[in-house]
């Protein structure tokens, strides 16, 4: 580097940056406009090979031009409704015949049994996307009309566009909550102006390079985006961008202590932790992708996705921030200086005494951490993952929710989300009797020629359509009890290739296919991360050992998630894939800590023996790990702004889990376990042949 004439040493910084920035004027834009390719239909997250989703397909063929039922419920303002008002009601939707999005004529206004409510069905356009909920105040305003009622709206419509409320906006307040929250931190940990404004500006180019790759790819139907990858996406480029900008610039200030020349620094710095950040990377990159091995279709396109946000995060780290660090030096870490790289100065005494304390009695350390761990791992197999309840769904008070609650006060559980059967034509009658006699099914009928049921059914291809009204809630465990008798009593009835789908059934479908996942896709990711702590730290036990412990984490994360939910939160269940999401992230995140530890551990070991290694490693780390798992923590913590119960679920997971990694198993179980085994800890490689050494309680510097 001394060789290399001046002009040379900054020119490449200076393209960097020109690039970088024409990157982030280019396609930082991308980072808001990556929602006008995504879908909040979630019809199209289902499982790819499932009965129900094979109903979906089919029963397009009977929504002429593809319908989403509104199902507009007034409940009486006195003691029962009137058939005056009856009247006004049916008249009130009538009336919205032809209007913009609404198709076909809405159905007359149906009494319930207690006199007290009516309902009615006006069939929408299934493709508003973002205009559905000005339809939808539309047909409100229509129905509002009927006096001595009070009027709401449920089903599948009004689902819809609460979603489409809920993630409205997603781009800037879920960024702006991230970046200021990554902002403030960095400002208190580091306590420099300019170094945490170029790790946030490197994130946010990471971000605008990856919304951009991801919207061309929706754009052309390669991958699907709904709001909730879309906002997973933003919070995992901010984080990971950051970590990793945290690791280099902390070697940077090293380097530069120990070198002097900004340049010179900034090439060692790359190159000496080039190899954790790019497994760190990889880690995380590939445990996404291996989602692609589910069946699930929301989580095969977080896969790619997520590892497109995660090549642009390294990208970024690796080039931009060297880039700035190189020319801007010491200047970048003002008002404070760098200090020396000294093991023994390093973490300023907190480190120190944390290294001293595993030291001492590192085998009462881990046995101590690890018993806390698995006691909170016991709670864990008490989760449920059986879906969540609709009227769960939104964190705060979403009109559908409240309208179907009044909807299943005075009407069958299931009304508004009829289990819906697809069979051949001749065998029709059959079908609906074995579907109206099957325990739990309150009614059941053909759909006619005008999308109802009830008269001649209509005839597609050879099959018809016959909707069967369950008597328990469309979400309940109960209602997913009879969808899966009425599959067996429709599938009984010879020559008549029936098939069962709807909403009940797309959650009970889900929630199989999620369990079928979580048995496939947990062992690829353990031994994707496996593969590669052995081939960073040359070693079989470690590696074995570091999973080990995340593993533990992960379990302990679920147990007290399990006792967060449910006693303080309220959820009385959780989204099917919210185990394995919280498994991927958590573990493969957690993980990267345990590999910049490790790295540098096994750095220090080479030169000075596994004992003085991991000491050195731990006090000389210390610090930005713990800033990096406290920065991911809090840009993870930033999803609960969207009210959505699985985005706060997930938020909480990683959140929690992250810290107790960060705090806990990187800081005592990791260091001890390493310590109490020795040398052998890097077996088969050439450390593991070491000569024993001192005894422990010297300190870090012995």
Not at 309 to 331: K, M, N, W, Y
Not at 344 to 350: Q, R
């Amino acid at each position: 580097m001394k060789n290399t004439p001046r002009w040379a040493r900054w020119l490449v910084p200076l393209v960097l940056l020109v690039v970088w920035l024409g990157v982030g004027g280019t396609l930082g834009p991308y980072a808001g406009k990556l929602s006008e390719v995504a879908t909040n239909d979630q019809s199209t997250f289902l499982p790819r090979s499932a009965e129900s989703t094979q109903v979906l397909e089919a029963r397009k063929a009977f929504d002429q031009s593809g319908t989403l039922p509104a199902i507009v419920v007034w409940t009486a303002d006195g003691p029962r409704i009137g058939q005056e008002q009856r009247a006004e009601a049916t008249a009130a939707v009538g009336g919205l015949a032809g209007a913009e999005g609404v198709v076909g004529r809405p159905s007359p206004a149906v009494p319930s049994e207690d006199g007290k409510a009516l309902q009615a069905v006006v069939q929408l356009e299934s493709d508003l996307g973002d205009d559905m909920p000005a339809v939808l105040d539309e047909v409100r305003r229509a129905a509002d009309g009927v006096p001595g009622t009070t009027a709401r709206i449920a089903g599948p419509a009004a689902t819809q566009a609460d979603l489409s409320d809920a993630f409205s906006g997603i781009d800037g307040l879920l960024l702006g909550v991230a970046l200021t929250a990554v902002l403030l931190i960095l400002l208190l940990v580091y306590r420099s102006v300019l170094l945490p404004f170029m790790i946030i500006l490197g994130s946010v180019f990471a971000l605008g390079l990856a919304c951009a790759v991801v919207y061309a790819l929706a754009d052309r139907d390669v991958v699907q985006v709904d709001g909730q990858v879309q906002g997973i996406l933003s919070i995992l480029v901010i984080g990971a961008a950051t970590d990793y900008a945290l690791l280099l610039a902390a070697r940077f200030r090293e380097e530069l202590a120990a070198r002097g020349d900004r340049a010179a620094a900034a090439a060692a710095a790359v190159r000496r932790s080039f190899g954790a950040i790019v497994a760190s990377a990889a880690t995380v990159a590939l445990a996404l992708l291996a989602l692609l091995a589910s069946d699930l279709t929301n989580n095969r396109a977080l896969g790619p996705v997520g590892a497109i946000g995660i090549v642009c995060a390294v990208l970024s780290a690796l080039t931009f921030l060297p880039a700035v660090l190189a020319l801007l030096g010491r200047a970048a870490y003002w008002p404070s200086r760098p200090k020396a790289a000294d093991a023994s100065v390093e973490g300023h005494g907190v480190w120190r005494r944390v290294a001293a304390t595993v030291d001492r009695r590192p085998r009462r350390v881990w046995a101590a951490t690890a018993l806390v761990l698995a006691v909170f791992a016991a709670f864990s197999p008490s989760l449920s993952a059986k879906g969540t309840p609709l009227d769960e769904i939104f964190v705060n008070d979403a009109p559908s929710v409240a309208a179907q609650a009044e909807l299943g006060e005075h009407f069958p559980g299931g009304s508004g989300n009829p289990a819906v059967v697809i069979a051949d034509a001749d065998r029709a009658e059959e079908v609906t009797a074995a579907a109206r006699d099957t325990e739990g099914v309150d009614s059941a009928a053909p759909v006619s020629a005008s999308g109802r049921p009830g008269g001649e059914p209509r005839i597609v291809d050879g099959r018809v359509r016959i909707d069967a009204t369950l008597q328990d809630a469309a979400d309940s465990d109960a209602a997913k009890r009879t969808v899966e008798r009425l599959r067996e009593r429709v599938h009984a009835v010879p020559g008549a290739d029936a098939l069962v789908g709807g909403y009940t059934a797309q959650q009970y479908d889900t929630q199989e296919t999620a369990a079928q996942d979580r048995t496939l896709i947990i062992p690829v990711v353990l031994g994707i991360i496996l593969l590669i702590l052995v081939l960073l730290l040359r070693s079989l036990l470690v590696p074995v050992l570091l999973v080990a412990t995340v593993a533990l984490n992960f379990l302990a994360t679920l147990g007290v998630a399990t006792l967060v939910f449910e006693h303080l939160l309220g959820f009385t269940g959780t989204d099917a894939s919210v185990p394995l999401y919280g498994f991927v992230f958590l573990v493969a995140l957690g993980v990267d800590y345990n590999i910049f530890l490790m790295s540098r551990v096994r750095e220090e070991a080479l030169v000075h023996g596994t004992r003085q290694g991991v000491l050195r490693g731990l006090t000389t780390t210390g610090g930005v790990i713990t800033s990096a798992g406290v920065v991911l923590a809090a840009t993870f913590a930033a999803l609960m702004v969207i009210p959505l119960a699985f985005l706060v679920q997930i938020a909480f997971i990683v959140s929690f889990g992250v810290l107790l990694d960060t705090l806990v198993v990187r800081s005592l179980l990791v260091p001890a376990l390493t310590l109490d085994i020795g040398p052998p800890a890097w077996w088969p490689s050439a450390l593991s042949r070491r000569s024993p050494e001192p005894a422990p309680g010297a300190g870090p510097t012995g």
